[in-house]
């Protein structure tokens, strides 16, 4: 049932993917959809590699969210709910992050116990 631990992590990286395609930017999107592929090689350094892409996305939905809140100030429009909601999802990718220290994705991973993450 660790699929059921790893659904975070996934759900983030579905989003951005949908982010990137939304965004015409199909080889992130592709990068993006390859990262959830790769939660079925069980090795610490890929564990490592999908905890920091969370990570970077994360950063992706903040420069985003400071993109969109620029241009819409701008033009003079509303923007706090857009940039609510891009925090959210944001504070939700770097979240995801976590769920790599948890013991049964780090049993998975086949990380060691004694190894600080």
């Given at each position: 049932?660790t699929?059921?631990?790893?659904?975070?992590a996934?759900a983030g990286?579905i989003?951005?993917?949908?982010?990137f395609?939304?965004a015409?930017?199909?080889?992130a999107?592709m990068g993006?959809?390859?990262?959830i592929?790769?939660?079925?090689?069980?090795?610490?350094?890929v564990?490592?590699?999908l905890q920091v892409?969370l990570?970077?996305?994360?950063?992706?939905w903040?420069?985003t969210?400071?993109s969109?809140?620029l241009?819409?100030?701008?033009?003079?429009?509303p923007f706090?709910?857009?940039a609510i909601?891009?925090g959210a999802?944001?504070m939700?990718?770097?979240?995801?992050?976590?769920?790599?220290?948890?013991?049964k994705?780090?049993l998975?991973?086949?990380i060691?116990?004694?190894?600080?993450?």
């Amino acid at each position: 049932m660790t699929v059921l631990h790893l659904l975070p992590a996934i759900a983030g990286y579905i989003l951005l993917s949908l982010h990137f395609f939304r965004a015409d930017n199909h080889p992130a999107m592709m990068g993006t959809l390859l990262l959830i592929a790769a939660m079925l090689i069980r090795r610490p350094i890929v564990a490592r590699l999908l905890q920091v892409a969370l990570l970077i996305g994360a950063v992706e939905w903040v420069r985003t969210a400071a993109s969109l809140v620029l241009i819409r100030t701008e033009m003079g429009e509303p923007f706090l709910r857009l940039a609510i909601i891009l925090g959210a999802v944001a504070m939700a990718t770097a979240l995801a992050a976590l769920v790599f220290r948890t013991s049964k994705v780090r049993l998975y991973f086949r990380i060691a116990p004694e190894e600080k993450w």
